[in-house]
């Protein structure tokens, strides 16, 4: 008869490799660092210095990248201070996206509305340090860090599904609607998140396969 896989502390058991916990979830929070180091290296290349909005795609790609560091340090050893920096990195990385949503579909990059641009930096950055101080000072609390995430994130489907929506309505062009395609694609992955089954082999849980899910929008938001 088979043992049931039982969860301890909230947390599978894992088969390490090479002294690391989470031997996948490191791996493909990897491929999620290339994809932005990538993208980073085509923006750079392709999109002259001189262009307004380059310094928040390449923003974007800061962001990824330290955040995948955290993510692969945590997987690797999860210590309390390894999984407070994975969090704090991935929430900033969110806060990011919901930061330059608005900047890149309004265009508030624009010198007309420089007043806009500075009230929206000082409300992410308030709401971000809130969301710091809330966790750190106040509780450490999952539930709340999720549904900050996850709050983050619709705003930011809902912003990029209705720009998609309107810009292929009028273009009638697919590349139009690629923005709300990668919104549906993370939905997608968001939902492995979700489904929390005890790993394959030991080593392959649903939190690795919502890493790997996020490489090929990564990959393809660059474009
Ligand atoms: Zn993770």
Redesign the pocket.
């Known amino acids: 008869m088979m043992n049931p896989v039982v969860q301890f502390h909230g947390k599978w058991p894992f088969h390490r490799f090479l002294g690391m916990q989470e031997p996948f ?1 490191v791996l493909f929070s990897l491929f999620n660092y290339l994809a932005h180091q990538h993208g980073m290296a085509k923006v750079r290349e392709a999109i002259p210095a001189s262009y307004s909005l380059r310094p928040y795609y390449l923003g974007f790609g800061y962001f990824g990248l330290v955040s995948w560091v955290f ?1 692969m340090i ?2 690797a050893r999860d210590f309390n201070i390894t999984e407070k920096l ?1 969090y704090y990195a991935a929430g900033a990385s969110v806060f990011y996206g919901l930061y330059y949503t608005p900047i890149r579909v309004f265009r508030l990059e624009q010198p007309k509305k420089e007043k806009l641009l500075n009230v929206w930096t000082w409300t992410c950055l308030a709401l971000y340090t809130a969301h710091v101080s809330y966790l750190t000072f106040w509780r450490w609390d999952y539930t709340y860090n999720m549904a900050a995430n996850v709050a983050a994130g619709i705003f930011q489907n809902t912003v990029w599904s209705w720009f998609s929506i309107t810009r292929y309505r009028k273009m009638h062009k697919i590349w139009a609607a690629w923005p709300g395609l990668i919104v549906a694609w993370i939905i997608l992955a968001m939902s492995f998140e979700l489904l929390d089954f005890p790993p394959i082999g030991g080593m392959i849980d649903a ?1 690795s396969l919502w ?1 790997l899910g996020t490489v090929l929008p990564t990959y393809w938001w660059y474009k």
């Open positions: 979830s993510s945590f997987h994975d939190h890493h």
